[in-house]
């Protein structure tokens, strides 16, 4: 049995999601698939288990061509994936979980199933109550529960879409110990990650992505430092750095401790000067967000004690934030920052201070025809925010930035920007350090980082995980930290 | 601009297949359908007794243009309707004193009352995580029970107990008609409807409170990291809502009943759901796609008098042209997007 994954194309829009992907694996294989966010993983992975029909290419299963419609075609030929979230119905039983999916007549044959969940979870060594409630299992045991249905079901390849993100160490102990027997059953696990200690671990091949295109591919071991270089490309040194004057503490956290329900960040000290620019790395979901979120006052400390300015805002709410002067950034424009339907004037006149209940239209047109000049917004002022492309959304939001803003937060403030429109924004962020800001921000952009911090705080698996001053740093080093590893 | 050409489509659709359901009732089609016209419109009553059933909705229609700029769907509007009947018609019934004062009471008391009833239901969405579909459609069941129970119970009728209302309010606590042409005109309700959908559209069209309740309704997400406080927004959209939908309870005790009845409310709060939609959710076009509906549910009366058809006919009809539109829409937009993508764009 091998798998082929022969040229596969697949676009968004004007995004190469994957742009001529072709991959072999053979019988029996643990096959590491490396890549940082958006590098095109999940989007081959979701082709494979039919949830997407590729543009072309084609996947082939024991020298035949599959048609992947749907996640059920993919299933009945043989591949399943086990999702990062396990597709785990909470309220309903174990055994009802079990034989959700199974294909067959219209009653449910329960006992018959019963008998098949202990069969195949003794093969795998799981146990299971079945008339547990799967929101009492924990992550692990809900992963455990996929990977027998999708055994029982005929699973020939399996897909494992960032398995150990949420689980215990044990847990994970448990995992590879089960992938590995999977394997040597003759399986094929694609384990699919941008941890590189596990693929290290577990894998013995590896194929790494980035933007769309297999760049490397061998069998492992492999140097780390080799991998760190294939999946962020050309290793950047960042030129020598002017040095800037910070002011005193703007934003202070002392022992702060905050619980997003996903990430936990413990007992974090930190301080922010006036005209500093901090740079938040970390693979997408390591705790960045939660702590921007923390400090614009969405999420509030369980413990500890947030300030800016000297203010304490550790149990104010995110309003109260705002009048200090903390403004909040969202990577999704459209979703968490802009409104659908509404202008460009109208956007400006919700954030502006005029507070008189009749609206001024022909001034605030006009301050629009302003702002749309200054920030060139390619756009009217009358033109919906959804009719602006990336990069001008992004400058409308900079245009809504206040005047007096002490705190500004970004996630990720030139995602999907082209280079001229990066610049710009930018460079108007660095106007408002020099006014005395502080500026934190979350990317997944090295070069970014490396750029425009002045610190780099690196996050992995929910916590910081080192600190750096730019200067003291490179490229390399940060690939280490944001996969979880020292430089050696 | 949206092009009408869908809408037409719609309309004649629906009258399409209005003529068919004649056709199959055994009918005469055309004599029916003009019956509906000659209802509505054919003399000075019939035209009066249209601009009074005009007025409710209009009420109605317009406090659901402003719960839909702030997302909400407001099913509770015909609830709201009936506490606004029922507020209106404890004035009217206890208040003593000179009649224009107990009418100007019954006005603001009917306001207050479908205004409180509905920010039960504000609260409930907002305080309580209860969507406001279940809630309202809840503090519905709640507000018919309650004017059973009055109608029948300590409001009855003197002598016997009937469903068909309470005693008739003494006459000076009707709302006063213009007597003109031999008939008596609803000037009063009919000004507050068309009062009510001009501070409707200047509300969302001219301030920042219609402006924020927008980007509310659009993105609740945005809209509150933009710092607007968007709880007290929503409550503040079902408390226009609500009054305006009292207003239409008030309406119709002091104006058309003269009573309190079970079915106070005449439908008007789920029709003003229509009429709202297919004015696509804004106030322009409110008051003649009202005067369209309320004129086949007027006119449609006369096809029980004169052909023994049943009256139910005019909502079969309003459903038909509300469901053809709606689809019409929905294509259109479709139509909309396969372009934009074969443009390449997003």
């Given at each position: 049995m091998a798998l082929e994954i022969r040229d596969i194309h697949k676009h968004f829009g004007p995004v190469r999601a994957n742009d001529g992907v072709s991959i072999t694996v053979g019988e029996g294989s643990l096959h590491g698939i490396l890549g940082e966010n958006g590098a095109g993983k999940s989007t081959l992975m979701k082709i494979l288990s039919g949830f997407y029909e590729a543009d072309s290419g084609a996947v082939v299963l024991d020298g035949e061509v599959l048609t992947l419609r749907s996640p059920a075609d993919a299933i009945a030929v043989g591949i399943g994936m086990l999702h990062q979230d396990p597709l785990v119905f909470l309220p309903f039983t174990v055994l009802d979980n079990f034989v959700l999916g199974s294909p067959g007549p219209v009653r449910l044959d329960r006992s018959n199933a019963r008998t098949e969940l202990e069969r195949v979870s003794t093969e795998l060594g799981f146990s299971f109550d079945p008339a547990a409630l799967a929101r009492d299992l924990t992550v692990g045991e809900r992963q455990q529960l996929e990977i027998t249905r999708l055994i029982w079901l005929g699973a020939r390849v399996l897909i494992f879409d960032e398995?150990?993100?949420?689980?215990?160490a044990t847990q994970r102990i448990q995992l590879f110990a089960t992938l590995r027997a999977l394997a040597e059953h003759g399986m094929i696990v694609l384990f699919v990650s941008h941890k590189l200690e596990e693929v290290e671990e577990l894998c013995d091949s590896v194929t790494v992505i980035r933007r769309g295109k297999v760049v490397f591919e061998a069998p492992m071991p492999v140097a780390p430092e080799l991998l760190v270089e294939e999946m962020f490309g050309k290793v950047f040194v960042a030129d020598e750095r002017e040095p800037v004057a910070l002011g005193g503490p703007v934003l202070r956290l002392e022992s702060v401790s905050v619980d997003d329900g996903k990430t936990h960040l413990d007992a974090l000290d930190f301080e922010g000067a006036a005209g500093e620019v901090v740079g938040l790395a970390g693979l997408e979901g390591s705790g960045q967000r939660t702590l921007l979120r923390a400090c614009a006052g969405l999420l509030t400390p369980t413990a500890g004690h947030l300030s800016v300015d000297g203010v304490d805002l550790t149990h104010v709410s995110y309003r109260g934030h705002l009048a200090v002067g903390v403004h909040y950034l969202p990577a999704g424009r459209l979703e968490e920052g802009l409104v659908e339907g509404i202008s460009v004037t109208e956007h400006l006149v919700l954030t502006s201070h005029d507070r008189r209940f009749l609206v001024d239209w022909k001034g605030a047109e006009a301050a629009a025809d302003r702002v749309i000049d200054e920030y060139s917004i390619k756009g009217r002022p009358s033109s919906p925010a959804e009719a602006l492309s990336g990069g001008n959304q992004q400058r409308l939001l900079l245009a809504m930035i206040p005047e007096d803003v002490r705190l500004l937060l970004l996630e990720h403030p030139t995602r999907g920007l082209d280079v001229e429109s990066a610049a710009f924004v930018w460079k108007r962020l660095l106007e408002r350090r020099t006014d005395g800001a502080t500026i934190i921000f979350a990317s997944a952009d090295l070069e970014e980082l490396l750029t425009y911090s002045d610190r780099i705080v690196v996050f992995f698996g929910g916590s910081v995980f080192a600190v750096r001053d730019t200067a003291s740093t490179d490229g390399e080093e940060l690939g280490y930290l944001i996969g979880g590893k020292e430089r050696v | 601009m949206r092009s009408a050409a869908p809408t037409l489509v719609a309309l004649v659709a629906a009258l399409a297949v209005g003529i068919v359901l004649l056709v199959l009732v055994g009918a005469p089609p055309f004599e029916a359908l003009w019956l509906l016209v000659e209802g509505s419109f054919g003399s000075a009553s019939k035209i009066s007794a249209t601009l009074l059933a005009w007025s409710p909705l209009l009420l109605a229609s317009a406090g659901l243009v402003v719960t839909f700029a702030a997302g909400l769907w407001n099913i509770g509007v015909e609830g709201q309707i009936v506490i606004g009947a029922v507020a209106a018609t404890w004035v009217a019934r206890s208040l003593p004193g000179p009649g224009w004062v107990v009418i100007l009471a019954a006005i603001v008391a009917g306001a207050v009352g479908g205004l409180l009833w509905a920010l039960l239901a504000g609260v409930l969405k907002t305080h309580g995580g209860v969507h406001e579909i279940f809630g309202g459609l809840g503090l519905d069941f709640v507000a018919a029970g309650l004017v059973i129970y009055l109608v029948l119970g300590p409001w009855q009728r003197t002598g016997v107990a009937s469903t068909s209302g309470t005693d008739i309010f003494r006459e000076d606590a009707w709302m006063p008609t213009l007597e003109m042409l031999g008939t008596g005109w609803p000037v009063i309700p009919v000004l507050l409807g068309l009062a009510s959908v001009v501070v409707v559209w200047l509300l969302l069209r001219g301030t920042r409170f219609g402006l924020r309740l927008k980007a509310v309704g659009r993105n609740p997400k945005s809209a509150a990291l933009i710092g607007i406080p968007t709880n007290r927004y929503l409550l503040g959209a079902f408390a226009i809502g609500g009054a305006l939908a009292g207003l239409a309870g008030t309406v119709q005790v002091t104006?058309?009943?003269?009573k309190l009845v079970p079915s106070v409310s005449g439908g008007y709060g789920f029709l003003g759901i229509l009429v709202v939609l297919l004015a696509a959710f804004g106030a322009v076009w409110i008051a003649p796609i009202a005067l369209f509906f309320v004129a086949i549910s007027v006119g449609s009366t006369q096809l029980d008098l004169r052909l023994g058809l049943d009256s139910a006919f005019g909502g079969v009809l309003q459903g038909f042209i509300v469901l053809f539109v709606m689809v019409g829409g929905a294509w259109s937009a479709r139509r909309a997007s396969v372009e934009r993508a074969a443009r390449g764009e997003p």
């Amino acid at each position: 049995m091998a798998l082929e994954i022969r040229d596969i194309h697949k676009h968004f829009g004007p995004v190469r999601a994957n742009d001529g992907v072709s991959i072999t694996v053979g019988e029996g294989s643990l096959h590491g698939i490396l890549g940082e966010n958006g590098a095109g993983k999940s989007t081959l992975m979701k082709i494979l288990s039919g949830f997407y029909e590729a543009d072309s290419g084609a996947v082939v299963l024991d020298g035949e061509v599959l048609t992947l419609r749907s996640p059920a075609d993919a299933i009945a030929v043989g591949i399943g994936m086990l999702h990062q979230d396990p597709l785990v119905f909470l309220p309903f039983t174990v055994l009802d979980n079990f034989v959700l999916g199974s294909p067959g007549p219209v009653r449910l044959d329960r006992s018959n199933a019963r008998t098949e969940l202990e069969r195949v979870s003794t093969e795998l060594g799981f146990s299971f109550d079945p008339a547990a409630l799967a929101r009492d299992l924990t992550v692990g045991e809900r992963q455990q529960l996929e990977i027998t249905r999708l055994i029982w079901l005929g699973a020939r390849v399996l897909i494992f879409d960032e398995p150990t993100t949420g689980i215990s160490a044990t847990q994970r102990i448990q995992l590879f110990a089960t992938l590995r027997a999977l394997a040597e059953h003759g399986m094929i696990v694609l384990f699919v990650s941008h941890k590189l200690e596990e693929v290290e671990e577990l894998c013995d091949s590896v194929t790494v992505i980035r933007r769309g295109k297999v760049v490397f591919e061998a069998p492992m071991p492999v140097a780390p430092e080799l991998l760190v270089e294939e999946m962020f490309g050309k290793v950047f040194v960042a030129d020598e750095r002017e040095p800037v004057a910070l002011g005193g503490p703007v934003l202070r956290l002392e022992s702060v401790s905050v619980d997003d329900g996903k990430t936990h960040l413990d007992a974090l000290d930190f301080e922010g000067a006036a005209g500093e620019v901090v740079g938040l790395a970390g693979l997408e979901g390591s705790g960045q967000r939660t702590l921007l979120r923390a400090c614009a006052g969405l999420l509030t400390p369980t413990a500890g004690h947030l300030s800016v300015d000297g203010v304490d805002l550790t149990h104010v709410s995110y309003r109260g934030h705002l009048a200090v002067g903390v403004h909040y950034l969202p990577a999704g424009r459209l979703e968490e920052g802009l409104v659908e339907g509404i202008s460009v004037t109208e956007h400006l006149v919700l954030t502006s201070h005029d507070r008189r209940f009749l609206v001024d239209w022909k001034g605030a047109e006009a301050a629009a025809d302003r702002v749309i000049d200054e920030y060139s917004i390619k756009g009217r002022p009358s033109s919906p925010a959804e009719a602006l492309s990336g990069g001008n959304q992004q400058r409308l939001l900079l245009a809504m930035i206040p005047e007096d803003v002490r705190l500004l937060l970004l996630e990720h403030p030139t995602r999907g920007l082209d280079v001229e429109s990066a610049a710009f924004v930018w460079k108007r962020l660095l106007e408002r350090r020099t006014d005395g800001a502080t500026i934190i921000f979350a990317s997944a952009d090295l070069e970014e980082l490396l750029t425009y911090s002045d610190r780099i705080v690196v996050f992995f698996g929910g916590s910081v995980f080192a600190v750096r001053d730019t200067a003291s740093t490179d490229g390399e080093e940060l690939g280490y930290l944001i996969g979880g590893k020292e430089r050696v | 601009m949206r092009s009408a050409a869908p809408t037409l489509v719609a309309l004649v659709a629906a009258l399409a297949v209005g003529i068919v359901l004649l056709v199959l009732v055994g009918a005469p089609p055309f004599e029916a359908l003009w019956l509906l016209v000659e209802g509505s419109f054919g003399s000075a009553s019939k035209i009066s007794a249209t601009l009074l059933a005009w007025s409710p909705l209009l009420l109605a229609s317009a406090g659901l243009v402003v719960t839909f700029a702030a997302g909400l769907w407001n099913i509770g509007v015909e609830g709201q309707i009936v506490i606004g009947a029922v507020a209106a018609t404890w004035v009217a019934r206890s208040l003593p004193g000179p009649g224009w004062v107990v009418i100007l009471a019954a006005i603001v008391a009917g306001a207050v009352g479908g205004l409180l009833w509905a920010l039960l239901a504000g609260v409930l969405k907002t305080h309580g995580g209860v969507h406001e579909i279940f809630g309202g459609l809840g503090l519905d069941f709640v507000a018919a029970g309650l004017v059973i129970y009055l109608v029948l119970g300590p409001w009855q009728r003197t002598g016997v107990a009937s469903t068909s209302g309470t005693d008739i309010f003494r006459e000076d606590a009707w709302m006063p008609t213009l007597e003109m042409l031999g008939t008596g005109w609803p000037v009063i309700p009919v000004l507050l409807g068309l009062a009510s959908v001009v501070v409707v559209w200047l509300l969302l069209r001219g301030t920042r409170f219609g402006l924020r309740l927008k980007a509310v309704g659009r993105n609740p997400k945005s809209a509150a990291l933009i710092g607007i406080p968007t709880n007290r927004y929503l409550l503040g959209a079902f408390a226009i809502g609500g009054a305006l939908a009292g207003l239409a309870g008030t309406v119709q005790v002091t104006a058309f009943q003269h009573k309190l009845v079970p079915s106070v409310s005449g439908g008007y709060g789920f029709l003003g759901i229509l009429v709202v939609l297919l004015a696509a959710f804004g106030a322009v076009w409110i008051a003649p796609i009202a005067l369209f509906f309320v004129a086949i549910s007027v006119g449609s009366t006369q096809l029980d008098l004169r052909l023994g058809l049943d009256s139910a006919f005019g909502g079969v009809l309003q459903g038909f042209i509300v469901l053809f539109v709606m689809v019409g829409g929905a294509w259109s937009a479709r139509r909309a997007s396969v372009e934009r993508a074969a443009r390449g764009e997003p």
